[in-house]
C-alpha cells in the first residue's frame, strides 16, 4: 500500500505538520499549558484523516505508527529502569553519598565545569544519557541547590556532559543507529565526530569555568545552608563508601560491553541489597520505592524537594509522551509525509555545504515535529545518503550531521522524548509554571555548539572527508541494483 500509493505534494506533506505545530502553539503560549501529549494526539489523527483521503486504510497507517514504536520500546525500557534506579539508589544512601561528598569536596567555583565532565564520564562508560542525568545528573542538581545555584545553570551542564557522551560512546544506540543507516563504520563514524565535539566540549568547559568564578562563586554562597543539608543526610541516612558499588558495578559491566537495559537493571538490583543491609529497609518497602518513588519528610525543603522522586510512575508522563510522538512520526512516515519533505530538500540542494546543513536541519526538524530521536537520525540517514556520494563526499559528514540533529538536539525539545526525560529525572518543574528552567535550553553550549561546528567545517572544508573509492565502487552497484529492479518492476506491470 505504501508503495502503490503515490508521495503526496509538498503542500500536503506540510499541512499535517503546520496544524499539529499550530494547535501545539496554542497548547504551550496561549494556554500556558505545558502538556504537549493531546496536541500530538491531535496531529496523529490529522495525518490518518489526510492519510485516508489519499487512499491509505486504517489498519496501514496503524501498522506505520506501531513500526516505529516497536523500534521505540528499547528507550521505553530504559525510562522504567531508570525511574526503578532513581527511586532505589535514594533509598539505599547512594545519591544522598554523591550529593554529600560533592557539597564536601567541590567548590561552586569549578562546579559547573566539573559536572558537565563528571557526566561526560560516565555517560561515555554508560553509553546512556538517560541513565547519567537521571543518577549522576540527579545528584549534581542537589550539589547544586546546596550551592544556591540555579537550576537551569545546573541541568546545562548536566545535558551537556551526559548527550556528548551519549554522542560519542560505542556502546550508545544512537551511535550505533547513526553509522547503520548511512553504511559506514561504527569507529570510523566516532572518529568524525571527534573534530565538532571536542572543540564544543572545550567551549562549553570554558564557559561554565568563567560563569562560576564571575556570576557565582564562593562568597555568594551560603554556607549555613550547606551545612543544614550535609547534617540533614547524616541524620537520616548511614553514609558508608559502600554505597558506590551499585554504580561502579554498572559502568564496568557498561565497559564489557554489557547492553544497557541488564546493565542498568542489575545497578538497580544491587541498590535493593544495600538498602536493606545498609539502610534496614524492608523488602516490601524497596518494591513501593521502585515503583511509586522515593518518600522522606525530613524537615528541610531542599532534602525533601531534591530525593522524594524515582519510580516506574515518575516516568509515565515521559513514557506516554513518547508513544504518542513515536506514533505520529510513524504516521507521517508511512504517509510518506517526511519523505516528501526531505525529498524537497534533496533535491534543492547543489553544494557539499547546503547538503550538510539540510541534512543536519532535517534531522533537528524531526526533532521538532515527531518528538523523537531515532527517527531524526533515522529517517535523513536514508534519504540523504545517495546525494553525499553523487557530490563525491563520504556518507561519514552525513552520520555526524544526523547525530549532531539528532542526539544532540533531543534533549533541547521538550516535548521530544529526550527533552521530556531531561525536565521529569531533573525535576525542573516545567509542568508546574516553572518556565524559567527552560533557560537550561540556551545553556547547554555542548549540545548546540557541536553542530555549529559541524557547519562551519562544511563551510571551510575541512574535517569533511571526500567519499574513497570502496564508497563510490559501493555507490554505483546500489544504483545499478535500484535500476535493475525498476526495470523488473515496469516488465512485470505490462505483462500483467
Known amino acids: 500500500m505504501n508503495n502503490k500509493i503515490p508521495k503526496p505534494s509538498l503542500s500536503m506533506a506540510l499541512l499535517p505538520i503546520v496544524l499539529t505545530l499550530a494547535i501545539l502553539g496554542v497548547q504551550l503560549f496561549y494556554f500556558g499549558d505545558f502538556t504537549p501529549h493531546i496536541p500530538l494526539a491531535a496531529g496523529l489523527a490529522i495525518t490518518a ?149 571536542v572543540p564544543a566540549m572545550l567551549v562549553a568547559f570554558g564557559i561554565y569555568t568563567v560563569v562560576g568564578y564571575t556570576l557565582i562563586g564562593s562568597n555568594d554562597v551560603d554556607f549555613t545552608k550547606i551545612k543544614t543539608i550535609t547534617e540533614g543526610l547524616e541524620n537520616n541516612f548511614n553514609l558508608s563508601l559502600m554505597l558506590l558499588l551499585p554504580p561502579i558495578v554498572v559502568i564496568g559491566l557498561a565497559l564489557k560491553k554489557m547492553p ?120 535523513p540517514g536514508r534519504m540523504f545518503a545517495p546525494a553525499y556520494t553523487k557530490i563525491g563526499y563520504s556518507k561519514l559528514n552525513l552520520s555526524r550531521a544526523v547525530e549532531e540533529g539528532g542526539t544532540l538536539i533531543s534533549p533541547l525539545v521538550p516535548w521530544n522524548a529526550g527533552g521530556a526525560f531531561v525536565i521529569t529525572a531533573l525535576g525542573l518543574g516545567i509542568g508546574d509554571g516553572n518556565f524559567e528552567n527552560l533557560l537550561y535550553i540556551p545553556l547547554a553550549f555542548a549540545c548546540w555548539l557541536s553542530p555549529i561546528f559541524g557547519l562551519i567545517y562544511a563551510a571551510t572544508g575541512r574535517f569533511s572527508p571526500k567519499a574513497s573509492e570502496q564508497e563510490l565502487a559501493q555507490a554505483k552497484a546500489e544504483e545499478q541494483d535500484a535500476l535493475d529492479h525498476a526495470n523488473i518492476m515496469k516488465k512485470e506491470t505490462v505483462t500483467s
Open 260 to 379: 544497557a537495559i541488564p546493565s542498568l537493571f542489575t545497578g538497580a538490583v544491587l541498590g535493593a541489597v544495600m538498602a536493606v543491609i545498609i539502610q534496614g529497609i524492608s523488602v516490601h518497602d524497596i518494591f513501593n520505592f521502585m515503583h511509586s518513588g522515593y518518600k522522606i519528610d525530613t524537615g528541610i525543603a531542599e532534602i525533601d524537594g531534591l530525593l522524594n522522586r524515582g519510580g516506574i510512575t515518575s516516568m509515565t508522563w515521559v513514557i506516554t509522551l513518547v508513544l504518542i510522538a513515536l506514533s505520529f512520526g510513524g504516521a507521517l512516515e508511512r504517509t510518506r509525509c517526511l519523505e516528501t519533505l526531505i525529498d524537497a530538500i534533496v533535491k534543492r540542494t547543489r553544494t557539499f555545504f547546503g547538503l550538510q546543513a539540510a541534512a543536519t536541519g532535517s534531522a533537528v526538524v524531526t526533532n521538532l515535529v515527531a518528538g523523537d530521536p531515532y527517527l531524526s537520525i533515522a529517517l
Open 49 to 197: 484523516l489526510i492519510g485516508w483521503f489519499r487512499g491509505y486504510r486504517w489498519d496501514d497507517i496503524e501498522d506505520g505508527a506501531l513500526h516505529v514504536v516497536r523500534v521505540g520500546l528499547p528507550s521505553i525500557a530504559i525510562l522504567m529502569t531508570v525511574g526503578m534506579i532513581i527511586g532505589i539508589w535514594i533509598a539505599s544512601g547512594t545519591v544522598p553519598l554523591l550529593i554529600y561528598y560533592g557539597l564536601k569536596v567541590l567548590s561552586p567555583e569549578i562546579f559547573l565545569a566539573a559536572g558537565m565532565v563528571l557526566c561526560a564520564v560516565v555517560s561515555v562508560s554508560l553509553g546512556t544519557s538517560w541513565g547519567t542525568t537521571g543518577t549522576v545528573g540527579l545528584a549534581l542538581m542537589g550539589i547544586g541547590s546546596g550551592f544556591d545555584i540555579p537550576m537551569y545553570w545546573t541541568a546545562g551542564a548536566v545535558v551537556s556532559g551526559a548527550f556528548f557522551g551519549d554522542k560519542i560512546s560505542p556502546l550508545s544506540d544512537t551511535t550505533n543507529l547513526a553509522p547503520a543507516v548511512t553504511g559506514v563504520n561504527l569507529f570510523d563514524h566516532i572518529r568524525n565526530m571527534l573534530p565538532t565535539t
